[in-house]
């Protein structure tokens, strides 16, 4: 019996150690198969951080600005007595005429405004956004060692907010190294660095969330998303992969507070790089265009055309005596590859044609009638009344027909829909649809915005754009416009005038 049961205890033993064998290489190949981080990894990553964040801040610069505009001061004065143009406005609308009653006189008023920027050549070229140093007087540049430099030179592209600036320094500047941003993918870490609310160098740590968003703040974009907190002040400096290269210009944050929220934009440096270049060399960008108004590939024209959703642009129309029309594009034609490159999106497309060299040739791709056909495209140059919006736009990028263009303004305005006052929440809405506002105009800077309706110019009501372009004609600019405009948060009154 003895026997027995340690040969049982035995055999049970050899069962428990079978057992425990097999349990650790089964923990062992889930180990093996395991992707998480280990802790050496992050260690790792964390001294990638540290050491591109090391390198880069010798490059980046904070930016301080001083401007001029104009704010009130003073009694009731013209344009704004009975005996202005308003007057039948004010006598017939006693709360206006209560409104207007001590509105002050505008009055020079400076301003300050902060950012940062990066250093791109060693002579002292910095690459920044346009916003930062719009309109500025005086802009004042801060190395991180403390000195203190006033911008020699500023030239700026409102179309894509990118702005290059010099100082002069005794001594070559460390410039920090570009990189490729067609090669960022969602997921991959990113740096933003920069002067947040006027505080010293700081760095933050994200992923890209994604790609291709816009335009946003820029009439041209074709913006980064990422997490890495960006806030004001951080705008005009840079976004860094890994190897510590510049792969974006932090540009704009999505959010309800003013801080971010964990959805910020950059512009690729690819496309910021194509325009520095020609700002230093010419202080103006030229851009060659193509002519056509198009709109994406969806799931129903994608078995219609029989081709793929995302593969090309649908062209839906071609403007007179464009470069495209004399190519012979027709509306309806899908365009599959340009110079060579395949087209996946409108915004590609604009990308592909506006670097192109200007009277050259180049061979075009489309579908047309469920056969592909090559046509030889000369491109030109981008008219200066397309400006405000290329005619390349896409149909939800709202191509601009020059005669809804209020060029003094800075506006394009459109009939208001049913449809598109549901849209934007004002099912009950008349007037005037603001379509689109150029960011360095007038009504910009009195506080129109695109989606705003119009109801009056002064004290007459317009439910057309003929109707706006008529009443403006009696209007001057030098006395001030008076302008009532409706939002999701109600009516405002602004005055659009010419400074002085």
């Known amino acids: 019996m003895k026997l027995i049961r340690r040969s049982t205890q035995w055999i049970a033993a050899a069962v428990i150690g079978v057992c425990l064998v097999a349990g650790a290489v089964a923990v062992a190949q889930r180990q093996a198969q395991s992707t998480l981080p280990t802790a ?27 401007g001029t505009v104009r704010t009130g001061q003073g009694d ?4 704004f007595d009975e005996n202005s143009p308003f007057g039948d406005l004010f006598r017939d609308d006693p709360r206006l005429r209560e409104f207007f009653r001590n509105r002050p006189q505008p009055q020079p008023r400076r301003t300050q405004g902060m950012g940062s920027g990066f250093i791109i050549d060693p002579s002292g070229i910095i690459l ?46 460390q410039a920090i190294p570009l990189g490729n941003s067609d090669n960022i993918e969602i997921g991959d ?24 968003r816009g335009p946003l703040m820029a009439e041209r974009g074709d913006f980064l998303q990422t997490d890495a907190a960006i806030n004001p002040g951080n705008s005009g400096g840079p976004l860094l992969n890994l190897r510590g290269e510049v792969i974006g210009i932090n540009t704009a944050i999505s959010t309800r507070t003013g801080t971010s ?3 910020g934009f950059a512009i690729p440096i690819n496309i910021a790089d194509w325009v520095s270049d020609q700002l230093v060399e010419s202080g103006r960008v030229q851009r060659a265009y193509l002519g056509v108004k198009i709109q994406p590939v969806d799931f129903d024209q994608a078995q219609r055309f029989e081709t793929n959703v995302g593969e090309g642009v649908l062209v839906r129309e071609v403007l007179a005596d464009s470069p495209a029309e004399k190519a012979g594009l027709q509306p309806g034609d899908v365009i599959l590859e340009f110079n060579g490159q395949s087209v996946r999106g409108t915004a ?62 800075g506006i394009e305005i459109k009939p208001l829909t049913p449809q598109v006052a549901r849209q934007l929440g004002l099912p009950d809405a008349t007037g005037v649809l603001v379509a689109s506002v150029r960011p360095s105009g007038l009504a910009w800077r009195a506080g129109l915005r695109s989606g705003n309706v119009i109801q009056k110019i002064g004290s007459t009501r317009v439910n057309s754009p003929d109707e706006l372009r008529e009443a403006l004609k009696d209007m001057s600019l030098e006395e001030g416009i008076l302008i009532v405009v409706q939002d999701k948060q109600g009516t405002r009154f602004l005055i659009v005038q010419q400074s002085e």
């Open 189 to 212: 870490w990113v740096l933003a660095v920069g002067t947040p609310f006027g505080l010293d160098l700081t760095v933050t740590a994200g992923i890209i969330s994604a790609k291709a």
């Open 261 to 263: 929220s964990g959805v």
């Open 128 to 173: 920044t956004n346009n916003h930062v140093v719009q309109n500025a007087d005086r802009v004042t540049v801060r190395l991180h060692d403390g000195r203190e430099f006033i911008a020699t030179d500023i030239k700026t592209d409102p179309q894509t907010d990118v702005a290059i600036i010099r100082i002069e320094s005794d001594e070559p500047l």
């Open 348 to 409: 590609m497309l604009q990308r592909i044609v506006e670097r192109l060299d200007l009277d050259k040739s180049y061979k075009m791709l489309i579908l047309r009638d469920g056969e592909q056909k090559t046509l030889s495209v000369s491109v030109e140059q981008l008219p200066e009344e397309d400006t405000l919006a290329d005619a390349n736009e896409s149909d939800e990028d709202r191509g601009v027909d020059p005669e809804n263009v209020i060029d003094d303004l």
């Open 40 to 66: 050496n990894n992050a260690y790792e990553l964390s001294s990638i951080f540290r050491e591109v964040s090391k390198n880069a801040i010798p490059s980046i610069v904070s930016i301080e600005t001083l």
């Open 76 to 79: 009731l004065q013209p344009p």
